[in-house]
């Protein structure tokens, strides 16, 4: 992928030639995909397409058979099951996540319980949240050491619809920041949205032209 700009882009992410089997079943067979600063991009594909699975690469807690990603800055990972302790409090997975990053406060932890609205829930054991709430932690923890790009898996499932609209406005800011966000998902909403989307199928990743009328990227 090329920039229409004449200054020259450094990508945040980069997929090069991404291949990975499981057993006698191949799910990625060469994907490529540049993601670069404040970029807003959807790889969409069916159920089984192999989403997960790239993002797992990309995130780096899956191996590709081939192929390489190239990190530049820090990596926000939100998965699409939330991987959180039940016995312990909202709180108390901030100040783990915090201390794991070692990070100075909790401020950016509270500024997001306040953005996602669930601040009410800061004493309440991650295992007797709903869905929804126990995505906007998922979500939250991801976020909490302020990534320069942020891996989301189906991150619309349990939001209500003021909570999917403030998903959005935080999208949004982090782009205004220059921060890249890229979205696994089999259906898109709101394609303007976005400034590249790639369709993942047959184990290869082929890009649409951008829907955003600002947007300066082409596939």
């Known amino acids: 992928m090329e920039s229409g700009s004449s200054r020259p882009h450094t990508a945040l992410l980069e997929a090069r030639g991404i291949h990975k089997s499981f057993g006698r ?4 067979r060469g994907a490529d995909l540049r993601v670069d600063p404040g970029q807003l ?13 790239l993002l797992k690469i990309l ?16 990596l ?9 302790n039940a016995s312990l409090t909202v709180e108390q997975h901030l100040r783990y996540f915090a201390a794991a990053h070692r990070l100075p406060d909790l401020n950016r932890g509270r500024e997001l319980l306040q953005l996602l609205n669930y601040e009410q829930y800061a004493a309440a054991p991650a295992g007797e949240l709903s869905g929804g709430t126990r995505q906007k932690l998922n979500l939250t923890l991801a976020l909490l050491h302020d ?12 939001f209500d619809w003021e909570t999917y609209l403030r998903f959005w406005d935080l999208v949004e ?6 921060k890249a966000v890229v979205i696994i998902t089999h259906l898109v909403f709101e394609q303007e949205r976005f400034d590249l989307l790639a369709d993942l199928a047959d ?11 600002d947007n300066h990227v082409s596939a």
């Open 25 to 28: 079943h191949t799910v990625l």
């Open 41 to 53: 991009v959807a790889v969409v594909g069916e159920n089984g397409a192999g989403k997960s699975t």
């Open 59 to 74: 995130a780096g807690t899956l191996a590709p058979d081939d192929g390489e990603t190239v990190l530049s800055g820090r």
């Open 76 to 84: 926000g990972y939100c998965p699409q099951d939330p991987v959180l």
């Open 147 to 158: 990534p320069d790009v942020l891996l989301l898996d189906e991150p619309y499932q349990g």
């Open 173 to 178: 800011d982090l782009r205004g920041h220059g």
């Open 203 to 213: 184990g290869l990743l082929t890009p649409r032209a951008a829907s955003r009328e």
